[in-house]
């Protein structure tokens, strides 16, 4: 109990680290354990302990073998010191034991040269635990883990949703490295599980435009009923396709979906474009009747700054809205079409006489462009 006390206390309980590592040498498997993970919790202050923690990575009891491996992970000690034992741990009989010298390999910075393979070959471990945990920490030390992507894309064809999950998010932190990766990604947007389908889509993100064959299978999971794979599929196929004429149609569309997270991806996604994304203005000003979308609104329409002249019937029609902020903003597209908006200036007039100082300021300022005043 007291070794689990002050392994709650952390770095503060560093004096105690030498009562700790006595402790180590109990003939109680729960105390070991305890003295270990405190230990553990001290972090470098207990490296001197280091030395009994190695010991006890050997322990009969595989309880006490894994927290000891989880210490020494915390401690800063010498990787040369560290990698044999964690390389001896992944040979460990017991998966509560492989799983943290996993973890453990992937913390160590930089990445040790016989971290990549050892970590691929966990990839192959019998517990599904295991794998998963491999996974994530190849997609943690990135290309330190060598020629990682095709064996990532074979963890795609695993039973496991928590192993296919954890290669996906490995393959993200490549980003374009993960490019060969593409074709199992977009299968994957259709996997059964969602954990999965979100990963897949983050992943395709990650990777950019090099994803753009996987547009097809973005615009059908745009369709999902889930909200949150529809978010994601948002932000891929924004990431995903440079043309602006290709992606603006479909992030207006997504502006209009009744789930606020989806709505917020797709405008910040139009932001992002600039001007380029001047088809959605009208699209735009219709969601400030929102509060709720109005933070991600307002940023996007600074940044498009600029309208179509097709969009002038659209935004006339804005002006007569009893929201200041449509009036506003549409006002000020408005202006900036210059003359080719004077059938504006009915409406325009109206509102530079409106109670609201910025609507008023924005009618007049542009009623002065449009006549070239």
């Known amino acids: ?5 002050l392994g709650r206390i952390g770095p503060q309980a560093s004096p105690a680290a030498e009562p700790l590592r006595g402790l180590l040498a109990d003939a109680e498997p729960a105390v070991r354990t305890a003295a270990a993970e ?27 073998r894994a927290a000891a491996v989880s210490a020494l992970a915390t401690l800063g000690i010498d990787p ?8 001896t741990a992944l040979g460990d009989p017991d998966p509560s034991v492989r799983r943290p010298a996993v973890e453990a390999m992937a913390r160590i910075e930089p990445a040790p040269a016989e971290a990549g393979p050892a970590l691929l070959a966990a990839l192959k471990d019998s517990d599904a635990s295991v ?31 928590a192993v296919r999950a954890a290669a996906l998010e490995a393959l993200a932190g490549f980003g374009p490295a993960a490019k060969g990766a593409v074709p199992a990604l977009t299968r994957a947007v259709g996997d059964p599980d969602k954990t999965v389908r979100i990963a897949a889509l983050t992943a395709l993100r990650a990777i950019g435009p090099a994803a753009e064959p996987a547009a097809p299978a973005l615009r059908e999971a745009l369709q999902s009923h889930d909200a949150a794979v529809r978010a994601g599929a948002v932000a891929a196929l924004a990431a995903a396709l440079s043309d602006p004429q290709k992606l603006v149609p479909a ?4 502006t209009r979906d009744k789930d606020w997270e989806v709505r917020r991806s797709a405008v910040e996604a139009l932001g992002k474009l600039g001007p380029a994304a001047k088809h959605a203005v009208p699209a735009l000003l219709g969601l400030l009747e929102n509060e709720m979308d109005r933070p991600a609104v307002f940023p996007a329409l600074r940044s498009i700054d600029v309208a179509e ?21 549409a006002a000020d597209f408005l202006g900036k079409l210059g003359p080719d908006a004077k059938d504006a ?28 005043e």
């Open 131 to 161: 794998r998963a945990t491999a996974a994530r920490a190849i997609g943690r030390i990135g290309p330190a883990a060598g020629d990682a992507v095709p064996v990532l894309v074979q963890a795609l064809d695993e039973t496991e949703p």
């Open 1 to 5: 109990l007291a070794a689990r006390a």
């Open 80 to 87: 040369k010191q560290l990698m044999p034992v964690l390389q």
């Open 309 to 329: 002249r097709d969009a002038i019937p659209a935004l006339i029609e804005r002006l007569k809205s009893p929201t200041p902020f449509i009036q506003f903003f």
């Open 38 to 64: 405190a230990l553990g919790r001290v972090g470098p202050a207990a490296k001197p302990a280091a030395p009994a923690l190695i010991a006890a990575a050997n322990d009969p009891d595989a309880g006490v």
């Open 251 to 254: 992030l207006i569309d997504a």
């Open 345 to 372: 200036i009915p409406e325009l007039t109206k509102l530079a006489e409106h109670d609201n100082p910025r609507v008023r300021e924005s009618a007049r300022g542009a009623l002065k462009k449009i006549k070239g």
